[in-house]
C-alpha cells in the first residue's frame, strides 16, 4: 500500500469519527438533556479538532481538479460545519440558559445533517 493511500485513508477515518463524535454528542445532548455535554466536553473538543484537521488536508487534496459546482458546495460545507464545532464548544460553557443551549443544539443538530448530506454529494461528484 502506498503512503499516500493509507495517509488519506487514516485521515478519512479521522474526519468521520470527528464527524460521529461531535454530531452524535450533540444529538445525544438534544435527547437526554443539554447538561450532558458538560461530561464529554473533551470529546467533543477532539472530535472538532480531527474534523478540522482531516478536512483542511482532504480539502487541499481535492481542490485542483475540482468542479465549480465542488467549489460552492464544499463552502457550504465548511460554513455548516464551522456552526456545528462552534455550538458544540459553546454549549459547553456556563452562562448559558436552557431554552437558548437547546435552541442552539437544535440548529446545530440540522446543519450537522445538512453537513453531512453534502458530504454525500461532494464524495460523488466528478
Do not use: C, E
Request: a positive charge; glycine letters at 12%.
Amino acid at each position: 500500500m502506498d503512503f499516500t493511500v493509507a495517509l488519506n485513508t487514516l485521515l478519512r477515518f479521522a474526519h468521520i469519527a470527528g464527524a460521529i463524535t461531535v454530531l452524535g454528542g450533540l444529538f445525544r445532548a438534544q435527547i437526554s438533556g443539554l447538561r450532558a455535554v458538560d461530561r464529554y466536553r473533551r470529546w467533543l473538543a477532539a472530535g472538532a479538532l480531527a474534523l478540522l484537521l482531516s478536512g483542511a488536508w482532504q480539502f487541499v487534496q481535492k481542490m485542483p481538479g475540482a468542479p465549480r459546482l465542488w467549489h460552492v458546495l464544499i463552502g457550504l460545507k465548511i460554513l455548516l460545519g464551522l456552526h456545528v464545532i462552534t455550538v458544540a464548544l459553546l454549549l459547553g460553557r456556563d452562562g448559558l440558559d436552557d431554552a437558548k443551549r437547546a435552541r442552539m443544539a437544535r440548529g446545530a443538530v440540522i446543519s450537522g445533517w445538512i453537513v453531512v448530506l453534502l458530504g454525500a454529494v461532494l464524495h460523488n461528484l466528478k
